[in-house]
């Protein structure tokens, strides 16, 4: 079932499962530890995604609320993220590995790959009643030096993880952000044949 404010923001085109679009990215946490049954729950569903050649470039650097880790991946984050990251359960480092196990030779999609593990992710918190929040706003190189990233994977982003905490404890200017986004219209992101083209949405 959809949740009601994201039935109220959200209007799909055609029905879709009710996770998909209850997944939405807020900025309020509640602070509230996740247990590492929920949070290995988490990562575990990142595991089963697809892959080009089953390679599995997806790795994840987390640190729990409160933990010994927590500043190290704060640290790395941009002022406007930190003002809303203080409440979260769990910060997690997404890297991706940029070569096969296999051949050793680059592979073209393993940022796509690892984007797929983060999806699988993210829709699992929902699931749980959790929220994720996926960010480009931190020091890449600062994540790569201070966690001990070797070359041969990239830093892609940070997320967070947590429960949804009250929307009063945000600024006033985040309150007015904190509801589920929309989506440009399917005839804007699908082509039918070649790029340009109208797609025939019934
Ligand atoms: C890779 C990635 C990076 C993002 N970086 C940030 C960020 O640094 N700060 C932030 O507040 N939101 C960030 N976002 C959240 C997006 O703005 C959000 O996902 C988008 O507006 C769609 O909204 P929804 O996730 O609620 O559906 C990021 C999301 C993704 C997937």
Redesign the pocket.
Known sequence: MLDSEVARARKPTYEVNPLILN???P?SFSGEELTDKELFTLFEAARWAPSSYNNQPWRFIYAKRNSKDWDALFNLLVD??KQWCANASALVVIISKKTFDYNGKPSVTQQFDTGAAWENLAIQATSQGLST?????FDYEKARKDLGVPDEYDVV?MAVIGKKGAKEKLSAELQQREV??DRKPLSEIVMEGKFGNKAGIP
């Open positions: 997944r939405w990215s900025r406007f993220n929040h996926g960010m480009q706003g982003a589920p986004s």
